[in-house]
């Protein structure tokens, strides 16, 4: 009887059971649609990629001021930092010791003009009396060699009287240019003009236009050669027409761009094997005289196009371990996708490898998808916030 009942009981537990279960399955949800993600679609332009170089800047003339003579300041006639002109009297050297000199071979000179008057006049007795051979050949020889002397001894003690009127001249020293004069490096009573004491006393700089020079590294001056020979005739309309489209940008210290375009004036003749960098120089208005020598700046330049270039958005892209990724929808279905990275522009990436024009790509919710994922894409216009890439849109 016992057995009977217990085999009722489980009988009736596994009826349980089973009911139990049918209900709970009966009450499960049904499953949720797949999320909507926000993907953006790969863009194809034209892309001209252009790079930064620090460059420095210089006047348009930077000349320093010598002492071409030793002695002591005597004056200073400028205002430091302030404009002088051509020929405006900057500093003066004590005089006296050159105008010594120049009294010492003037006396020089005169005593060179009598002795020249005497051996004239001892060649003019000399010469009939040679004729009617009242006089050996031998003296009348002597009489022309003395004569012959006598001249270049001259000549000779003219010359050092033009050389020592020409140091005392150099007493005065006189702005040869135009321009901004800087700080004086030596003060009167000071002895200038040797070493270790002040040579280069000051710089007078021209800087109604500036230089700026910079150094390419020569794959982009390679680059830069190609574009420019590849657009030459286009350039050359463009310089007839009077535009500045390709001309180069400076960018100051405090990150503002300067407003007037720059042009490349001049290339070094040959890359510096120990860099691997070319020198160039470019030139840039400066109108308002804000650039000054020795400014620090950096060069914004074209260094070519890339025709048909793939554009997204920098956040749609994820680096690990130096290696860049992004997720495609394709057929609703979340892709993970390895690609290689160029060149930035503005707030977007350049990708060089594992996309195509037309693909959809993640922009949003990157942490929340995997690959393999099934997802409603909803396609967005990404609005960017650069000047430049805003730019590169409108254009194309």
Known sequence: MKKFTFRLF????????????????????????????????VLQHNVPIYKEFVGQVYGEMDIPIRARVSGFLEGIYFQEGRRVKKGQLLYKIDPQPYQAKVAQEMSKLAEAKTSFVKAQSDLERIEPLAKMNAVSKSDLDAAKAQYDAAKAYVEAAQASVRLAKIQLGYCSIYSPINGIIGK???????????????????????IKQVSVDFYLPESDYLSLARSYRADSAKMEKVRKRGETKGSLQLILSDGSTYKYPGKVDFINRQVDPTTGTILIQATFPNPD?????????????????????LLIPQRCIQET????SVFV??????????VETGPTVGDMWIIKKGLKNG??????????????????PELKTFQSQSKVVKQLLNNQ
């Open 10 to 41: 489980s009988l009736a537990s596994i009826a349980f059971m089973l009911i139990f279960t049918a209900s709970c399955g009966s009450k499960k949800k049904a499953t949720p649609p797949p999320p909507k993600i926000p993907v953006v679609a």
């Open 289 to 309: 005289k804000v650039l000054r020598p020795g400014l620090f700046a950096r060069v914004k330049a074209r260094i070519y196009v890339d025709t048909n270039a």
């Open 359 to 376: 693909d959809h790509v993640v922009l949003e919710g990157l942490q929340y998808v995997k690959d393999g994922m099934k997802v409603i």
């Open 329 to 338: 929808v394709q057929d609703s279905v979340i892709r993970f996708v390895s």
């Open 321 to 324: 371990q130096g290696k860049s």
């Open 184 to 206: 004086t490096n030596a003060k009167v009573g000071e002895f200038v003009g040797q070493n270790p004491n002040p040579v280069i006393l000051n710089t007078v700089s021209k």
